[in-house]
């Protein structure tokens, strides 16, 4: 077997859609040199989602491969279970690691449970509910059903950038309420109230247009929709709020800023949160699907 994380072993095979490249020739399991993990975050800053295939990793390890990229946070929807005072049935050893499953409590496939179940989960950027959101996740396929589940990932850069000109200008510095009340799933979450109008949803408010610190390049930044009443835009009549998230979404979502990833086992995906969406394709829900998710620590979107 040759030898694997070293920069002569690294290769960055793009997937020749609008983001995204396969990673190969490294073992994320094994110690890095700090030359092959600079390379690796130059060419995360470059094709914004990047794809590692047949990995195995402890939660230890996983954590390890989070941190070429940047600190390990728990992720922000732990603080609704801790505050209405609930338990998730499937947790990892460590907070830092999501489970993502669609298993009941017996271990069962579901449709629907307190995590992801089975079904669509609409487009999203990962956590933008949070005052500060992640600026990346990275997912670990453990356990996967035989077909569907497929993640697909939309680059934001490219979206700001092909928006009408005036249409820049009309939400050049505008800022939305991204809702906090539901999963990317519709769950609503431990504790919380779903809102009738408006005024009632709950979350942060942060500029549709924002400027990656790394690469410096302006993206849409969207973070999540859910059924109305849900995201708005602050100072803007409601009517005009509404007709103009619409028109951002469908252009945000476009086949052409689309890359679509099939999972095999084994699979590892980091993604950028602060220039891409990503959305999951629903499944059958009569095999298990169990991912582990880590998140990098972020900063308030500028």
């Known amino acids: ?77 732990k603080a609704y279970y801790d505050k209405a005072g609930k338990q998730q049935t499937w947790a990892a050893k460590y907070p830092e690691i999501t489970v993502v ?42 356990r996967l059903p035989p077909s569907g589940g497929n993640t697909c990932f939309s680059n934001q850069y490219t979206a700001y950038e092909t928006l009408p000109e005036d249409v820049k200008q009309k939400i050049e510095g505008k800022t939305a309420v991204h809702d906090a009340s539901r999963n990317s799933a519709g769950t609503l979450r431990p504790g919380v109230k779903l809102p009738t109008k408006p005024s009632e949803v709950p979350g942060p408010h942060h500029p549709l247009v924002c400027t990656h610190p790394e690469s410096g390049r302006r993206a849409l930044y969207l973070g999540r929709r859910r059924a109305y009443p849900s995201q708005y835009i602050d100072d803007m009549e409601e009517g005009e709020s509404e007709a103009l998230l619409d028109f951002l979404w469908e252009h945000a979502c476009r086949d052409e800023l689309v890359w679509a990833h099939v999972w095999r086992l084994g699979d590892v995906l980091l993604w950028d949160n602060r220039c891409t969406m990503h959305y999951r394709e629903p499944h059958a829900g009569t095999h298990p699907r169990l991912m582990h998710r880590t998140q990098i620590e972020g900063a308030q979107p500028v």
């Open 1 to 77: 077997m040759s030898a694997k994380n070293t920069l002569d072993s690294l290769e960055v095979v793009p997937t020749g859609a609008a983001l995204g490249a396969e990673i190969r020739g490294v073992d994320l399991s094994a110690p890095m040199p700090e030359e092959v993990k600079d390379a690796l975050r130059d060419a995360w800053t470059e094709h914004l989602v990047l794809l590692f295939r047949d990995q195995e990793m402890t939660e230890e390890q996983h954590l390890d491969a989070t941190r070429i990229f940047g600190e390990a946070v728990v992720p922000a929807a």
């Open 101 to 142: 499953h669609n298993l009941d409590d017996d271990g069962n496939p579901v449709q629907q449970n307190e995590s992801l179940g089975s079904g669509e989960v609409v487009w999203h950027n990962d956590n933008s509910y949070a005052e500060k959101p992640p600026a990346g996740s990275m997912l670990y396929g453990r």
